[in-house]
């Protein structure tokens, strides 16, 4: 996909919007239908600012105005189908639109993308010539030739005109990270669980499994009658909205057009990260790694007294630390650390740790810094503070809505930038 710079017409935007409430994916989607119209309405009148939960449960869903946001999360729900719907559309049923309505999560607010569909493949051309004449005038061998060359040229300007073009905000904000010389390398915490199946060799930690463990298990995975189950511990696991997580910093890593590695941080210590540009998905209750990098940044995520995920102050004294603390499991913080040192060679790296108090809450924190709408506003924070651009090491503080694992939608907090003493880290 091409995100050109040209900017999207007004009378585009409504055609677009058009398109999408007269289509078959949104047919009997009576609400979504209405959802959709009213952001970008309200989009087109320039008051993005009332784009509100609040706003949207009142004029679309029909709230009374006491509703409590904290016990309603049907806004949330029904932008999280709408970006579900939309995605569909623009995938099945519309696949060369020139025009896409995108909803970023955190915000409500939608925009508009130019899409340029990959050429038709080149090896029409050499079909025409083919039958233009039923008696070829060169052997087979140069046409397979004069065809691989065609599906050659064809691949390499496909591969040209469908890589997403990074918004200048988010290639600032990743600066040495967006290079494309070198690798990214990719660590991601793992968390001990146990692999409950029948037919696990005998081992020193094979366990037999709790008979209460049947009624889950039978449902969904054959097994023989009378095959009983064991139990043994992994440290493999890799929570689904984690791996969401890694797919959002590998695919704009490849927007950039540089490589990456993705390893488990068994693999990838801490002393694999440093001199190098990284990313550590991973939390000081899962990760060491995390644990010591984020040591001297203000803040960290980790377990309170109630076992609870909490955001920590490290810079105050044990029982008044407790920054954030999740009320309800659907509400948990994400956290984006950053810090930039040199390699020997006295080169810029940047490593760059997604936390968060449950998977979805890191989902969160992957998906903002890869948002230009957000990592825009970041930027802006900054130079309202005096800064040029990015820091070279700071912090922000999310508060995601889940659904389960599933994200719902996350919010900006609060941020701090790190003095220089955090270097000390690395």
Request: hydrophobic share 40%; charged share 20%.
């Amino acid at each position: 996909m091409v995100i050109s710079e040209l900017p999207v017409s007004e009378s585009e935007k409504r055609e677009a919007l058009e398109a999408v409430l007269a289509s078959g994916t949104f047919a009997r989607s009576v609400q979504l239908r209405a959802f959709l119209r009213y952001i970008c309405e309200r989009e087109l009148a320039g008051q993005c600012e009332g784009l509100t939960e609040y706003q949207i449960a009142i004029d679309v869903l029909g709230r009374r105005k006491d509703f409590s946001l904290s016990d309603d999360s049907s806004v949330r729900n029904r932008a999280y189908e709408l970006r579900q719907r939309l995605e569909k559309y623009y995938t099945q049923e519309q696949p060369r639109a020139t025009i896409r309505i995108a909803i970023p999560r955190g915000g409500y607010v939608p925009y508009y993308t130019r899409y340029q569909p990959p050429a038709e493949n080149e090896t029409v051309a050499v079909a025409a010539v083919l039958r233009a004449d039923s008696r070829p005038r060169f052997g087979w061998r140069a046409l397979a030739a004069v065809a691989a060359l065609c599906l050659l040229a064809g691949g390499l300007a496909g591969s040209y005109w469908t890589r997403p073009h990074p918004s200048p905000v988010v290639r600032e904000a990743w600066g040495p990270l967006a290079e494309p010389g070198g690798d990214l390398l990719i660590s991601i915490a793992t968390n001990l669980h146990l692999i409950v199946r029948p037919h696990i060799p005998a081992e020193k930690f094979r366990f037999p499994a709790p008979e209460q463990l049947d009624a889950i298990y039978g449902p969904t995975r054959p097994r023989q009658p009378g095959v009983p189950l064991y139990m043994v511990p992994a440290q493999l696991s890799v929570p689904l909205a984690e791996l969401a997580a890694a797919a959002d910093l590998t695919n704009m890593r490849l927007a950039f057009g540089g490589s990456y590695q993705l390893l488990p941080e068994s693999e990838a210590p801490v002393a694999a990260l440093r001199g190098r540009n990284s990313m550590l998905i991973g939390s000081g209750t899962n990760s060491q790694a995390a644990t010591l990098l984020l040591r001297n940044f203000p803040f960290t995520v980790d377990y309170d007294k109630e076992d609870h995920f909490a955001v920590f102050d490290q810079r105050k004294p044990d029982g008044r630390n407790e920054l954030f603390f999740s009320q309800a499991t659907d509400d948990p913080y994400g956290l984006i650390s950053v810090l930039t040192t040199t390699d020997a060679a006295g080169k810029p790296k940047r490593t760059v740790v997604f936390s968060g108090g449950g998977s979805a809450a890191v989902q969160a924190a992957a998906e903002f810094f890869c948002s230009p709408i957000h990592m825009g506003a970041m930027k802006d924070r900054f130079r309202a503070a005096g800064l040029k651009g990015f820091p070279p090491a700071y912090q922000i503080i999310l508060r995601t809505r889940t659904s389960g694992v599933r994200l719902i939608s996350y919010q900006y907090v609060t941020h701090e930038v790190v003095p220089k003493s955090a270097d000390d880290n690395r």
